[in-house]
């Protein structure tokens, strides 16, 4: 059902901090911020020749992201997110195994304009899972 690792997610509290970072400590090419309202973040894209590193840091209020700073205040490794050919299918199966689905079950548009889903931790070897649609 998996596909490729489609990118590891850094929580950080300071973006532009994290950016010149990975920019200038690293070496990486790291992409422009972009806000995702719908998802409480702010977010850019370190790429790598093989996956990419998504570096988020909260934005608006009620941000999912928030509380895990406060537990983390310099920040950690938030989630790993996997490619799948089809969202929905892997949905129902995961459900059907009794996998929990965060949300209202149903997929959203992700930082790449693919559909999304996260499995909670619990469930997962306690980490954030997210499936994107590749
Ligand atoms: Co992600």
Redesign the pocket.
Known sequence: MLGRL??V?IVVPDLKAAMETYRQSLGATVTEPEILPDHGVT?VFVELPNTKI?L?EPYGEGSPVAAFLEKSPSGGM??V?YEVDDILAARDRLKGEGARVLGDGEPKI??HGKP?LFLHPKDFCGTLV?L?QA
């Open positions: 489609n990118h997610a977010v998504e988020l938030h989630h997110c992700g930082a999304v997210e994107e």
